[in-house]
Each structure stands twice: as structure tokens, then as C-alpha cells.
């Protein structure tokens, strides 16, 4: 076949093979098939290498969903392999693999309005701790690779800032919901943040223009403050923090 002879990427073999791009990404880093790296995250097969050296290994996985055993969770070292893919956000949550479409425009300024407030904040109150925004990892255990839209890491948590991640528990994350992610945020997320125990989390929804503001009780979130329209959001925690939501929706 012709080809067999020309490069694919690793959706194309998955599916040309009926396995995850999961299974494809774990062989690549065991080396258990061939690949061509053509840059940093940049892998690429030849599809009939990669049949021989499967068959040569007696390398089997059956399709998804029929597998006698759960998949191996994911871990960092993972998702450091993944290629890079122009339009697509990457996540490992409870060890899968989470792909996202990039945010719209309207995502991106609300994101940005709401950074701008939080980083005059806190430059007042800590000035040795930092915002941040996507993305950039943030590694709170080793099956979990988030990519918070915003976050606050106090002064005191410095030693949590690596040159290339966030390794640790911030203090204050917030998601900024998007029509593909609400579940993800509202559900899957807050778990995993609660058990990471990040002291606060908040979630902005663009669409419906409200802020919510959760805070970590007795290894529960609570609701502590709430906005939505042009509300005024003032939190129990953060002296002097005042939100005028109608400056993120404008």
C-alpha cells in the first residue's frame, strides 16, 4: 500500500490499528514501535514499520471498550510526550487523557479582564506571590496535568514554581467555563482540586455571566461569595478584593 510508505501521525496509526492514541503514545515512550521525532513533540510512523515490529513483539490490545483490564493510567511523564496539536488543549485527569478545542474569543477576555484584577490584588497584598494563566501545567499529583485558566501561587509557596511547571497546590484556581468544559469543570475538576486540597476555586461562566466563589471547609467546598450580572463580588477571604462583574462581561 502506498501508505505504508509515507509518515503518519499517531491519530492516524491509532485509528488504522483500532487502538487508543493512548496505546500509541505508551509504545512510543517504551519504544515498543519505531517513530520518526521530526522535532520537540513532533513524532511520526511509517505504518507498516510499526505492523511488523507489533506483530515481531506479539504486541496485542483489543479495541476500546473490550479490554479485559482497565488501561494504564497516565502519568506526567505522559503527557510530556504528547505532540503538540495546533487548536487543542491537553489535560490528564485521574490518568486519561482529556482533549479540549482552544477557547473562543470571549473566553480569552473575560480571562484576561479577570487576570488583570486579581494581579492589582494581590501585587497590593502579596507582592511576592504570582498570577498566572494558560498554559502552563500544573502538576498536582503525577496522573493529574492540569492547565488552570487562571491562578493565584502565594509568596509562600515559591518553592511550587519549577522553571517549566507548577508542581504543588495553588491557592486560588479558576476555570472559566466554556460550553465543552462545563461538566469537566463543574464536576471532575472540583474533585480533583478539593482532593489536591486547593484552598479556593472559582468558576466564571461567561454565558451566563455569573461568578461563583468556592472555599475549602472541612474537605468540602462551600460557597462563600456569588455574583452574576453586573453584581458586585466581595470575598470573605481576600480583604479589599472587590469584582465588578460588569468589567468582565463589557
Known amino acids: 500500500m502506498a501508505e505504508d510508505k509515507e509518515l503518519i501521525t499517531a491519530q492516524v496509526l491509532s485509528e488504522a490499528l483500532d487502538l487508543s492514541v493512548?496505546?500509541?503514545?505508551?509504545?512510543?515512550?517504551?519504544?515498543?514501535?519505531p517513530y520518526i521525532e521530526l522535532g520537540s513533540k513532533q513524532y511520526r510512523y511509517k505504518l507498516a514499520d510499526v505492523i511488523s515490529a507489533l506483530t515481531a513483539s506479539t504486541v496485542q490490545e483489543?479495541?476500546?471498550?473490550?479490554?479485559?483490564?482497565?488501561?494504564?493510567?497516565?502519568?506526567?511523564?505522559?503527557?510530556?510526550l504528547?505532540?503538540?496539536?495546533?487548536?487543542?488543549?491537553?489535560?490528564i485527569l485521574e490518568g486519561m487523557l482529556?482533549?479540549?478545542?482552544?477557547?473562543?474569543?470571549?473566553?480569552?477576555?473575560?480571562?484576561?479582564?479577570?487576570?488583570?484584577?486579581?494581579?492589582?490584588?494581590?501585587?497590593?497584598v502579596d507582592p511576592e506571590g504570582e498570577i498566572f494563566n494558560a498554559p502552563l501545567d500544573v502538576t498536582l499529583w503525577d496522573i493529574h496535568v492540569v492547565q488552570p485558566d487562571l491562578f493565584y501561587?502565594?509568596?509562600?509557596?515559591?518553592?511550587?514554581v519549577?522553571?517549566?511547571?507548577?508542581?504543588?497546590?495553588?491557592?486560588?484556581?479558576v476555570?472559566?467555563?466554556?460550553?465543552?468544559?462545563?461538566?469537566?469543570?463543574?464536576?471532575?475538576?472540583?474533585?480533583?482540586?478539593?482532593?489536591?486540597?486547593?484552598?479556593h476555586y472559582w468558576l466564571?461562566?461567561?454565558?451566563?455571566?455569573?461568578l461563583e466563589c468556592f472555599s475549602l471547609r472541612d474537605g468540602v467546598y462551600a460557597l462563600v461569595a456569588a455574583g452574576m450580572e453586573e453584581e458586585v463580588v466581595e470575598h470573605p477571604h481576600f480583604a479589599g478584593l472587590s469584582i465588578e462583574l460588569k468589567a468582565l462581561w463589557r
Not at 493512548?22 to 514501535?33: F, G, S
Not at 502565594?154 to 511550587?160: T, V
Not at 469543570?185 to 486547593?198: C, G, H, N, T
Request: hydrophobic content about 30%.
Open 22 to 33: 493512548e496505546t500509541i503514545w505508551r509504545y512510543t515512550r517504551e519504544k515498543k514501535i
Open 62 to 80: 483489543k479495541a476500546a471498550g473490550y479490554e479485559a483490564q482497565p488501561p494504564n493510567k497516565l502519568t506526567y511523564q505522559d503527557y510530556l
Open 82 to 91: 504528547l505532540p503538540e496539536e495546533p487548536g487543542c488543549r491537553f489535560e
Open 98 to 124: 482529556v482533549k479540549e478545542p482552544s477557547p473562543n474569543v470571549m473566553h480569552q477576555r473575560v480571562s484576561h479582564r479577570l487576570h488583570r484584577i486579581l494581579e492589582d490584588y494581590f501585587w497590593r
Open 153 to 160: 501561587v502565594s509568596g509562600e509557596q515559591k518553592l511550587i
Open 162 to 173: 519549577k522553571d517549566t511547571r507548577i508542581d504543588g497546590t495553588p491557592t486560588l484556581v
Open 175 to 199: 476555570e472559566v467555563i466554556s460550553p465543552t468544559s462545563r461538566r469537566k469543570d463543574r464536576l471532575q475538576k472540583l474533585r480533583i482540586y478539593r482532593e489536591a486540597q486547593v484552598p
Open 204 to 210: 466564571v461562566n461567561p454565558e451566563e455571566k455569573t
